[in-house]
């Protein structure tokens, strides 16, 4: 049985949330990509990458449309009609195009220009608006926000061969070893981000080390690997537990909460291989 064929229920009730928010593909109709999490064209796109869609469904054609669409000539993306372009809106975007199979489109390669151009001082990257609070943890990096542009570099030849991406990868390695929320929008290390999540649409554990184990800087560092111990401990029988969904997928069962995935053990066996070849 394929994956469809064995999550053929949940793909049923995906795609028929297609047109919720009024608009085609999971967005509104003014061409929102990223509201109605987790049913919104962002999050959708990697969902069904995960179920086994690709870039000749209509569904991933319908959404990298969208998500083109939203494309400025500078390389950022603008995933609202108005507001402020934020460098995590530029990175969300880039990101799910990556995983729909567009990473070697040419007309990414001006976004993926840019990001080397705004990337922070400490290696990740952030916005300058400070949303939380004052400090000098907030002049740092974001760490969810490095974690995704890290998700979309690995796609490309940037991956193991640039040291800009080294440094990307430090700075979320220093945050293993710090733990305190970092960045304007306070992201930290604690009891949440320890609950490991599938699919990958916020910064936890799981993410995390899956993301970090296609680099080789933090395959043979001591805070990855204990990063990658945490995550051991969250199997049973060799599956790993899903602990903690969005909320509004926990009873799916690619990923229902506090069971096994068969998805996500695929991923953490892939995880789980990097590591060995390396080493």
Same mark, same amino acid.
């Given at each position: 049985?394929?994956?469809?064929?064995?999550?053929?229920?949940?793909?049923?009730?995906?795609?028929?949330?297609?047109?919720?928010?009024?608009?085609?593909?999971?967005?509104?109709?003014?061409?929102?990509?990223?509201?109605?999490?987790?049913?919104? +064209?962002?999050?959708? +796109?990697?969902?069904?990458?995960?179920?086994?869609?690709?870039?000749?469904?209509?569904?991933?054609?319908?959404? +990298?449309?969208?998500?083109?669409?939203?494309?400025?000539?500078?390389?950022?993306?603008?995933?609202?009609?108005?507001?402020?372009?934020?460098?995590? /809106?530029?990175?969300?975007?880039?990101?799910?195009?990556?995983?729909?199979?567009?990473?070697?489109?040419?007309?990414?390669?001006?976004?993926?220009? /840019?990001?080397?151009?705004?990337? /922070?001082?400490?290696?990740?990257?952030?916005?300058?608006?400070?949303?939380?609070?004052?400090? *000098?943890?907030?002049?740092?990096?974001?760490?969810?926000?490095?974690?995704?542009?890290?998700?979309?570099?690995?796609?490309?030849?940037?991956?193991?061969?640039?040291?800009?991406?080294?440094?990307?990868?430090?700075?979320?390695?220093?945050?293993?070893?710090?733990?305190?929320?970092?960045?304007?929008?306070?992201?930290?290390?604690?009891?949440?981000?320890?609950?490991?999540?599938?699919?990958?649409?916020?910064?936890?554990?799981?993410?995390?080390? /899956?993301?970090?184990?296609?680099?080789?800087?933090?395959?043979?560092?001591?805070?990855?690997?204990?990063?990658?111990?945490?995550?051991?401990?969250?199997?049973?029988?060799?599956?790993?537990?899903?602990?903690?969904?969005?909320?509004?997928?926990?009873?799916?069962?690619?990923?229902?909460?506090?069971? *096994?995935?068969?998805?996500?053990?695929?991923?953490?066996?892939?995880?789980?291989?990097?590591?060995?070849?390396?080493?």
């Amino acid at each position: 049985m394929n994956i469809r064929e064995q999550y053929q229920s949940d793909i049923e009730f995906i795609l028929s949330k297609e047109n919720h928010l009024d608009g085609e593909y999971w967005t509104t109709d003014d061409y929102r990509i990223g509201k109605g999490s987790p049913f919104s +064209a962002r999050d959708i +796109a990697i969902i069904l990458t995960e179920l086994g869609f690709t870039r000749e469904d209509p569904a991933i054609k319908g959404i +990298a449309s969208k998500v083109f669409s939203t494309l400025r000539p500078d390389g950022r993306f603008k995933i609202s009609p108005s507001g402020t372009l934020f460098p995590c /809106h530029t990175i969300t975007a880039l990101r799910v195009l990556c995983y729909m199979g567009y990473s070697q489109d040419e007309r990414l390669k001006t976004t993926f220009a /840019h990001l080397f151009e705004i990337q /922070h001082d400490d290696g990740g990257w952030r916005c300058n608006k400070t949303k939380m609070s004052k400090g *000098p943890d907030t002049d740092l990096s974001n760490p969810g926000v490095t974690l995704e542009a890290l998700d979309a570099f690995r796609f490309t030849p940037y991956l193991n061969t640039d040291e800009r991406l080294d440094q990307a990868v430090d700075s979320l390695l220093r945050h293993w070893e710090v733990k305190r929320p970092l960045g304007p929008c306070h992201f930290g290390i604690g009891t949440l981000f320890m609950q490991t999540e599938y699919p990958f649409l916020r910064y936890n554990l799981f993410y995390y080390c /899956h993301t970090l184990s296609f680099y080789n800087s933090a395959k043979q560092d001591n805070r990855f690997k204990e990063a990658v111990k945490a995550l051991d401990g969250k199997t049973s029988n060799g599956m790993l537990i899903v602990e903690n969904p969005h909320r509004r997928l926990a009873k799916m069962n690619f990923c229902k909460k506090g069971e *096994p995935s068969d998805l996500a053990t695929i991923r953490y066996k892939d995880l789980k291989d990097r590591i060995v070849l390396k080493t």
